[in-house]
Nanobody, 115 residues
């Protein structure tokens, strides 16, 4: 059974930081590309950041320079370090694991940025 469990979300003031984690089980984690997506109320889900099986990162334009994605294959975990948060970063952040045609999602964790 595949599970992706996100944690680390919460309420943070503008300008603050958060670190999200996504722990995977039931998959050969090191072979999967891992991604973070987010969905704000009334908006479509968007790609925030991804990291290949070879640890090559890729970022959405709105988070480049502020967010850092990383992975620890020994812990089957992918991280998203977020700094300089603003209201546009509010949303549900979901973890995604992809390998060829296999595609799995976590339940998501809420991030709310307040002023």
């Amino acid at each position: 059974q595949v599970q992706l469990v996100e944690s680390g979300g919460g309420l943070v003031q503008a300008g603050g930081s958060l670190r999200l984690s996504c722990a995977a089980s039931g998959i050969m984690f090191s072979a999967y590309a891992m991604s973070w997506y987010r969905q704000a109320p009334g908006k479509e889900r968007e790609l925030v950041a991804s990291i290949s099986s070879g640890s090559r990162p890729n970022y959405g334009d709105s988070v480049t320079g502020r967010f850092t994605i990383s992975r620890d294959n020994a812990k089957n975990t992918v991280y998203l370090q977020m700094i300089s948060l603003n209201s546009e970063d509010t949303g549900v952040y979901s973890c995604n694991a992809r390998y060829n045609t296999l595609n799995y999602w976590g339940q998501g964790t809420q991030v709310t940025v307040s002023y």
